[in-house]
Structures are given as structure tokens and as C-alpha cells.
């Protein structure tokens, strides 16, 4: 069981920057896969980056890719999403989430193959 806690949300206008954290309680995430979703009011959840714990490979939407940043600490056990350059269409809840990878292939990319997920933060993103 690995339980996961966001932070770092809040309010910004256009083209400016948020870090988001999510922290996990397990010893270790060797194996594992990081990933950030988002979700917007009326809106599926959608995937927005992902980072191999190990290996540090990383993965984006395309939406977010040249903007966001994912990243991890493995001494603090926390990951992270640089967000510049936001815009009003990034306004959603963000989620962490983590599961078992076994490094091989392509990221999985959709909510149902993840095992574990925090709370959510929000992100609202004001003109």
C-alpha cells in the first residue's frame, strides 16, 4: 500500500509558474511509475506526465510537453510538476498516482492502470 500526498496548488494567471509535490509513504519506489493527472469540471481525467522511478525516463501529453517538467527525489521520496507558462486550460484538479512498472514498452497512460492516488490539488489559472 502506498499512500500519496499533493501539494502546491493554488491560484496564477497566464504564464505563470506553480511546482506541485506528491509524496509517497512507501521506503521505496524502485519499480514503481510516477504520474501526474489532471481533471477538469465535466471533464475526464486525463494524463498529463509520468517519470520512471529507477530510470528517471519521463513522459508528457502534448498539451504540457515544452511546459511542464516532471521530476523526482528519491531521498524525499517526492515527485514533482513544473508548470510554466500556464494557461486557463490547465485550470483543473491534479492528482498524483502510482504503479507498478515494469519498464518495458510505453508508459501506461490511462487513470485505470494506476494503483494508487492522492487526494488532488487544485490548480485554477486566471486571465
Known amino acids: 500500500q502506498v499512500q500519496l500526498e499533493e501539494s502546491g496548488g493554488g491560484l496564477a494567471q497566464v504564464g505563470a509558474s506553480l511546482r506541485l509535490s506528491c509524496t509517497a509513504s512507501s521506503r521505496t519506489l524502485d519499480g514503481y511509475s510516477m504520474a501526474w493527472f489532471r481533471q477538469a469540471p465535466e471533464k475526464e481525467r486525463e494524463f498529463v506526465a509520468a517519470i520512471r522511478w529507477s530510470k528517471g525516463t519521463r513522459a508528457y501529453h502534448k498539451d504540457v510537453r515544452g511546459r511542464f517538467i516532471i521530476s523526482r527525489d528519491a531521498t524525499e521520496m517526492t515527485a514533482y510538476l513544473q508548470m510554466n507558462s500556464l494557461k486557463v486550460e490547465d485550470t483543473a484538479t491534479y492528482y498524483c498516482?502510482?504503479?507498478?512498472?515494469?519498464?518495458?514498452?510505453?508508459?501506461?497512460?490511462?487513470?485505470?492502470?494506476?494503483?494508487?492516488w492522492g487526494q488532488g490539488t487544485q490548480v485554477t489559472v486566471s486571465s
Open positions: 498516482a502510482t504503479r507498478v512498472d515494469e519498464y518495458v514498452g510505453n508508459f501506461k497512460t490511462a487513470a485505470g492502470d494506476f494503483d494508487y
